[in-house]
């Protein structure tokens, strides 16, 4: 029998636009910052700027593929709808709790619990940590579509039971907002096993409860919707960048012709080697000699352009956060970047000539492990679980998202501010302090009291969450421990409980690789595993609850292991 559809009444919808008001009053205290960084904020202004011209992704250079193409269209929407940038990341969190509320609603049933948990997830101080939201950043939107991909999941493993229909229009738009996830950013891949571990558990479900092999290929025939919607976004995007620059792919990193460049100079050893330096001079000075088509950079790599990376790192030499740009640069002012055929062509040819003296002795190398993570030395190994658990606990502990703009101000040329503003539709901080001291003083009171009630929404959240976590940990344990114990399949939101969970752990363990490797300062890259927490928190208490509220009865046929 199918189930009938249960949903929020319309007061429900009410107050939850109510409370986003409330939300956008407060936040309206946070003006964009804007600054003159072009490997970051003004990429993507200039990208956005380029799709509203008719251009797509701009003039083709070592810019334009670096990064996935998702927020540059992102900032263009907003633009095309009139909705200030800042407000329109607002509204998709928003959008997140709503379906998050939506998708969940047929099993909690209960209209005063279903806004509790809206305002939880709503008021959350990640979505206005100035450092990561009040800039022209990715992580804007990566946390909210990450949480929508999971959430449009859960929806669809909860209505089972309904329409054909009902289901195809959760995996669909499951698999847009993975789509739009994925290439937002280069490390979604921590998502996948989350997602998988979700799908393999419907599908035991599924076989499980009787329904033989109809009822799995059904299964299978809906999940198949949303990979074929994430497959034609990224053919489309690959389509765009062949139509404009000749290379289907949706970034340039990704390529096996730059991978074989940038792993085989990774693939050196050195004596010198550095911690945080993945390429050293004396590594550099050694692919010279062996790569007549790397050498072609000297100039560059060794040069001005070098030092300029070097005093904006304050330190000597190219560490990792700025070596790949500092390579892409070389590469454009050694000529390289006029058309994608000669790109991609000597990007090659620098990896086939290092291959070439790895393999014949005139280099010392090691195995090509990865082709664009720093090499792993043992000196690491005992940093690899302290740098783990720190990082864990700094995910758990929601102590790091500040509201407070004090001391942010906007820095660039004039015409550069005036793209931000036109772009972003955007209020701008001020690059002066004295410009901001003369601003009516009323105003200036009524936004501090603003952040300031932001910031103590922020502390509530750190106090509670963490013993909130503890609980939903221990919760989850209990509910794996009866379902081994009774033999019984988990429910579902134990399922959930753990994939979020895993969720957290994979991305604090790539976050660790990169804290040990790369560069120490990964504190807005975390903002995408804080509504991973907010989920595993919710579905391991739920499914708490239900347990206890079930207790001495049977779970319902479907999810019994035989």
């Not at 990640?126 to 990450?146: C, E, H």
């Not at 929508?148 to 329409?163: A, E, F, K, T, V």
Request: hydrophobic content about 45%.
């Amino acid at each position: 029998m199918k189930m009938k559809t249960i949903r929020p009444s319309t007061s429900f919808f009410i107050i939850a636009g109510c409370l986003l008001a409330v939300k956008l009053w407060l936040v309206s205290a946070q003006y964009l910052q804007a600054t003159y960084t072009p490997q970051d904020d003004l990429l993507f202004i200039r990208q956005a700027n380029s799709i509203l011209s008719g251009h797509w992704l701009g003039p083709y250079n070592q810019m334009t593929l670096i990064k996935g193409p998702f927020y540059p269209l992102f900032i263009a929407l907003a633009y095309w709808l009139a909705i200030p940038l800042m407000t329109a990341q607002q509204l998709l969190w928003w959008g997140a709790c709503i379906v998050f509320v939506l998708a969940i609603y047929p099993a909690i049933r209960s209209q005063k619990l279903a806004l509790l948990l809206f305002l939880f997830l709503l008021m959350n101080p990640f979505t206005y940590y100035y450092d990561a939201t009040g800039r022209v950043f990715r992580l804007g939107i990566y946390s909210s579509l990450g949480f929508l991909s999971l959430s449009c999941l859960c929806g669809l493993i909860i209505r089972d039971r309904q329409s054909w229909k009902r289901k195809l229009c959760w995996a669909a738009a499951g698999g847009l907002f993975f789509a739009a996830f994925w290439h937002t950013r280069e490390e979604s891949i921590w998502l996948v096993p989350s997602l998988l571990l979700v799908f393999l558990f419907h599908l035991l479900r599924t076989y499980r409860g009787g329904g033989g092999k109809k009822a799995v290929g059904s299964l299978l025939a809906i999940y198949l919707v949303p990979l074929l919607i994430f497959s034609s976004v990224t053919l489309a995007l690959c389509l765009q960048n062949y139509r404009h620059y000749g290379l289907f792919m949706t970034i340039e990193v990704e390529s096996a012709p730059f991978k074989s460049a940038y792993g085989g100079l990774l693939r050196i050893k050195s004596d010198q080697w550095r911690r945080f330096f993945p390429v050293v001079a004396d590594a550099r000075r050694k692919a010279y000699a062996v790569s007549p088509s790397f050498a072609e950079l000297k100039p560059y790599l060794e040069g001005n352009l070098a030092r300029g990376w070097e005093n904006m790192a304050g330190t000597k030499d190219l560490p990792a956060a700025f070596f790949i740009w500092a390579f892409r640069d070389a590469v454009a002012a050694a000529g390289h970047y006029r058309n994608s055929a000669d790109t991609m062509a000597y990007y090659e040819s620098i990896g086939r000539q290092i291959d070439a003296a790895c393999e014949d002795g005139r280099l010392d190398c090691r195995p090509r492990f990865t082709d664009l993570i720093p090499p792993w030395h043992q000196e690491f190994n005992k940093l690899l679980l302290p740098t783990w658990w720190s990082i864990f606990k700094r995910i758990v502990s929601f102590d790091e998202c500040s509201a407070d703009t004090a001391g942010r101000f906007s820095w660039g040329p004039g015409k550069i501010m005036m793209m931000y503003e036109t772009v972003t539709r955007e209020k701008l901080r001020t690059s002066k302090p004295s410009v901001w001291r003369s601003s009516p003083e009323y105003n200036r009171h009524l936004n501090k009291e603003k952040i300031r009630i932001l910031d103590d929404i922020g502390k509530f959240y750190s106090r509670i969450v963490p013993p909130l976590f503890i609980a939903a940990f221990i919760a989850l344990l209990c509910s794996l421990g009866t379902s081994l114990y009774k033999r019984f399949l988990p429910s579902w939101a134990c399922i959930f409980g753990l994939s979020a969970l895993g969720g957290v752990t994979a991305l604090s363990v790539i976050l660790t690789l990169v804290a040990i490797t790369s560069y120490s300062e990964i504190t807005r890259a975390m903002q995408a595993a804080y509504p991973m927490v907010m989920f595993f928190i919710i579905a391991s208490l739920y499914d708490a609850w239900r347990l206890w509220r079930r207790r001495g009865s049977r779970p319902d046929d479907p999810e019994r292991w035989e």
